[in-house]
């Protein structure tokens, strides 16, 4: 398990690319499987997550190429099996996004049903209930799913309780390979899911309204080779420009954009950031003190909650209280105990943390326990006094690309200890 050793106190500039989106990487390669023709992407990160979906199409009878600056070419061709192995799933929840394009290509598919997880339990019932609104018929076997579309899946019109970024994944991909027109509402508004749209458009489906409430969805009379680029990752965007508020200076986001940001800039903005728009990205500098902002997490374009726990760290160093309420995921607030470890002022109550600023942070042993709880470790270590050592640096691998090379080249003196 590898460690990194942060000296902080060091400002940021120059400039960091940005990676392609892992959360659109992951169902566009689960949906590669729908129609068994070549694809070609660019702009695939290379993180972890994105190997163990390779693995797992690879598992399936899938090839795969090597990932080679962000290119990759794939055929799922010569898939043959629609049973998924426990291992991955239990180690990546989003393996379950295979679940619809086996079912939509297959009329069969089994998974394991995926496990809690460190940010609390996860549900997979609003994917469920999509693909049974389409036909398919769902059982539970002890761990695993069984799911049968006799005859195929066929077009309906699916309404979702709540938006669900996973689900609305599942019943694209469901509806994209029914028979006839599906119509899908209170669906997410991610750009991840307009992206996938863009994929399966590619590859033949006509797709209406994605990034909208209300989606349209028609699958091909027969699926065609598509190449695809990955937007960028909104998440690693928005981390890069918390680090260069916290440690102050002047960065550009290669790839960031305005309009993937939704509230996040306004806060950002609020906590004492300028950003604005370059050729290449965005550009982030702080405007003197860092100050307090409440923030709760929302759906899209609301304040993401994979960005909540590197905006907590900048709170804990802002001249004022913070309140911050995390209303997707009850339980996403295992960064505090590690935070509280580096002199940060955090309370606890139920869904909200009140974060009441410090002068400084001090240099800590922490151990991640989530991607994104894992970054807010890393930003607190840039501007704490003296040493951080982030222990199991693997959840951060997941999502993060090359992150210490990253940071290294923004002005950090951060080094990975293999160990
Ligand atoms: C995706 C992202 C994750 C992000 C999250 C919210 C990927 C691979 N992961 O996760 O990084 O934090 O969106 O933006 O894209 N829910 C149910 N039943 C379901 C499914 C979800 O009740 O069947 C609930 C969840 O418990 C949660 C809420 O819906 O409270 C939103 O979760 P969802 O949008 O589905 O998150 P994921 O797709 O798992």
């Known amino acids: 398990m590898d460690k990194l050793v942060i000296q902080g106190g060091h400002p940021f500039s120059g400039s960091v690319q940005i990676a392609g989106a892992k959360n659109a990487a992951l169902p566009i390669l ?33 090839e795969a190429g090597p990932l080679r600056n962000g290119r990759l070419s794939l055929s799922t061709a010569d898939v043959v099996s629609s049973e998924t192995t426990y291992d991955i799933v239990r180690r990546m929840r989003a393996s379950f996004l295979v679940l619809a394009p086996l079912v939509g290509r297959f009329g069969h598919a089994r998974i394991s049903r995926p496990g809690g997880c460190a940010i609390g339990t ?18 539970t076997e002890g761990g695993v799913i069984d799911v049968t579309a006799h005859g195929g899946l066929r077009g309906e019109r699916i309404v979702f309780p709540a938006p669900s970024v ?40 006509t797709i209406e309204g994605a990034g909208t409430h209300r989606m349209l969805v028609q699958g091909p009379t027969s699926w065609r080779a598509a190449h695809h680029t990955i937007l960028p990752d909104r998440i690693e965007a928005a981390s890069y420009l918390v680090a260069a508020g916290l440690t102050g200076g002047r960065l550009e986001v290669i790839g960031g954009r305005l309009e993937h940001l ?3 800039c306004h806060l950002l903005e609020a906590a004492g950031l300028s950003i604005f728009p370059s050729d290449r990205g965005l550009i982030a500098e702080r405007r003197g003190a860092l100050h307090s902002v409440d923030m709760a997490t929302e759906a899209f374009p609301g304040f993401p909650t994979d960005l909540q726990a590197q905006f907590m760290t900048l ?3 802002a001249d004022g209280v913070s309140v911050i309420r995390e209303r997707i995921f009850e339980q996403r607030f295992m960064h505090v105990p590690e935070l509280q470890r580096m002199g940060a002022d955090i309370t606890l109550s139920g869904a909200a943390a009140t974060v ?22 890393v930003l607190a270590g840039l501007v704490a006094e003296g040493e951080t050592v982030v222990h199991r640096v693997y959840h951060l691998d997941r999502g993060y690309e090359d992150i210490d090379g990253k940071l290294t080249r923004c002005g950090a003196h951060i080094e990975r200890v293999r160990q």
């Open 122 to 139: 996860r549900p997979v019932d609003l994917h469920l209930e999509a693909l049974q609104q389409l036909g398919a018929e769902v059982r």
């Open 262 to 264: 939704g509230a996040a």
């Open 356 to 377: 009441r600023g410090v002068p400084r942070l001090q240099g800590a042993e922490v151990m991640a326990t989530d991607l994104r709880a894992s970054m807010s470790l």
């Open 30 to 62: 689960a949906a590669s499987l729908l129609g068994g023709a070549q694809v070609s992407l660019a702009n695939v990160p290379h993180v972890s997550d994105v190997m163990s979906m390779l693995e797992l199409l690879r598992g399936l009878g899938a």
């Open 315 to 317: 709170m804990c160093l």
């Open 166 to 205: 996973g689900a609305t994944h599942t019943a694209m991909m469901a509806a994209a390979s029914a028979s006839g027109e599906s119509e899908i509402v209170n669906c997410a508004r991610e750009p991840e899911i307009a992206d996938t749209a863009a994929f399966l458009t590619a590859m033949g489906a």
